[in-house]
């Protein structure tokens, strides 16, 4: 069972930026895919970046650009670093890590951008 904790969250202004961390325990976390996804009041949870254990990324369209995803898997760690904040990416951020058959989830950060 693996125990992923998330933390970096907070209240920011437009064009702000924030860094995202999530520690992982009780798994490879070399092997694992790890995602980031995020999920605002009234709406459905939703991808926002994954990076494979091979380091190769991938993001939703809303923040390419703007957020990159990277990990230290000597620290079993997986960041979001997050730039040029809006008001629409406020939402709580979940972090995520999954391989074949299972996944497993942080608790969740907030983050609210002020306009």
């Known amino acids: 069972q693996a125990q992923l904790v998330e933390s970096g969250g907070g209240l920011v202004q437009t064009g702000g930026s924030l860094r995202l961390s999530c520690v992982t325990s009780?798994?490879?976390?070399?092997?694992?895919?790890m995602g980031w996804y995020r999920q605002a009041p009234g709406k459905q949870r939703e991808l926002v970046a994954v990076?494979?254990?091979?380091?190769?990324?991938n993001y939703a369209d809303s923040v390419k650009g703007r957020f990159t995803i990277s990990r230290d898997n000597a620290k079993n760690t997986v960041y979001l670093q997050m730039n040029s904040l809006k008001a629409e990416d406020t939402a709580v951020y979940y972090c995520k890590s999954y391989g074949v058959g299972y996944e497993f989830w942080g608790q969740g950060t907030q983050v609210t951008v002020s306009s």
């Open positions: 009780g798994s490879i976390f070399s092997l694992n895919v």
């Open positions: 990076i494979a254990s091979s380091g190769a990324t």
